[in-house]
């Protein structure tokens, strides 16, 4: 069984400032990790994904995640954030090997404030 | 263009009334899937399939059913609707060397 945890529903930011989404999974089998984005009214789109290799990964518009096996996280963060960021963000998880499964958290929505 | 289209995107029907959304891909993709988006609840895995006639069942398959007779198609179908079934459903497909695309949702609300 695998499950994810997204800690924080809502997270306020002002604009160009950093900011940090966090995610923390729970797994009996090595994992593929994820962070999608959708913004209002549409589907998701895929941020970025950790399949191996290192831990840090660069995704789209800015976005890296670090995974950090021994505290079972893949945190998601910006150094400066802009209005168009504005949007919720989920972090998914599924064994390696497969992508049958997959669990997404229950998302986080990022506010960026003029 | 790469793209995932269901339809309908929007549905207004009663209790026990059958129904089907379908999902369609353009990628020639492997794997498909099925989600609901509840608030609060994130994305919910209904059902998943790995390829023609392999389908499996997700985190949330009651009250839900699919086939998978085309690689393309994987339509989402619910014999008898019921209002804890309304909810904005995806329907998704990768390859394995792919990422997941995502279609634009399909919001149902079931009276």
């Known amino acids: 069984a695998q499950s994810v945890t997204q800690l924080d529903s809502q997270v306020p930011v002002f604009e160009e400032a950093p900011v940090e989404l966090r995610c923390n999974y729970s797994?009996?089998?090595?994992?593929?990790l994820f962070w999608y984005v959708q913004y209002p009214n549409q589907g998701l789109q895929l941020l970025l994904k950790y399949l191996s290799g290192s831990t840090l990964v660069k995704g789209i518009n800015g976005f890296e995640a670090e995974f950090n096996k021994s505290q079972t996280s893949f945190h998601l963060r910006k150094p400066s954030v802009h209005i168009s960021d504005t949007a919720e963000y989920f972090c998914a998880v599924s064994p390696q090997g497969g992508y049958q499964k997959v669990t997404f958290g229950t998302g986080t929505k990022l506010q960026v404030i003029p | 263009e790469a793209q995932v289209t269901q339809n309908p995107r929007y549905l207004i029907t009663v209790t026990g009334k059958k129904l089907t959304v379908t999902c369609s891909q353009n990628?020639?993709?492997?794997?498909m899937s099925w989600y609901r988006q509840d608030p609060g609840l994130g994305l919910r895995q209904i059902y998943y399939?790995?390829?023609?006639?392999?389908?499996d069942k997700g985190d949330v398959p009651e009250g839900y059913k699919v086939s998978r007779k085309e690689k393309r198609n994987f339509p989402l179908i619910l014999e008898s609707p019921s209002p804890n079934q309304t909810s904005l459903y995806f329907c998704?497909?990768?390859?394995?060397?792919?990422?997941?695309?995502f279609g634009p949702g399909t919001r149902l609300t079931v009276l």
């Open positions: 399939s790995m390829n023609v006639e392999v389908t």
């Open positions: 990628m020639n993709h492997e794997y």
């Open positions: 998704a497909s990768m390859s394995v060397t792919d990422t997941q695309y």
């Open positions: 797994s009996s089998v090595s994992v593929y």
